[in-house]
């Protein structure tokens, strides 16, 4: 179920944008490769404000799911058309 849901989001031959040329994929994921691990970079670098700063860090990891959630959901509505 893990590798499914892994494949689905990660590898670019099966999610939402598998119709772009590849070089726009790879543009794509690479984006989105960038803005997680900013994420995460933010989010370990609180973790001595941890209970000071829980609200923000629920809120990049919500913005990174949404930001995510949003840009494949472009692409899916443009293949259902």
Known sequence: MFR?????LMNSKNNSIKELP?????????SLSFMWSLIFALSLGIIN???Q?????????GMGLFGTSWL???FNKDKNK
């Open 4 to 8: 499914k849901m892994w494949e689905s």
């Open 53 to 61: 700063l829980v609200i923000v860090h629920i809120a990049l990891l």
């Open 72 to 74: 494949l959901s472009i």
């Open 49 to 51: 404000l941890f209970p």
């Open 22 to 30: 590849k070089a726009v994929r790879l543009q794509i994921m690479i």
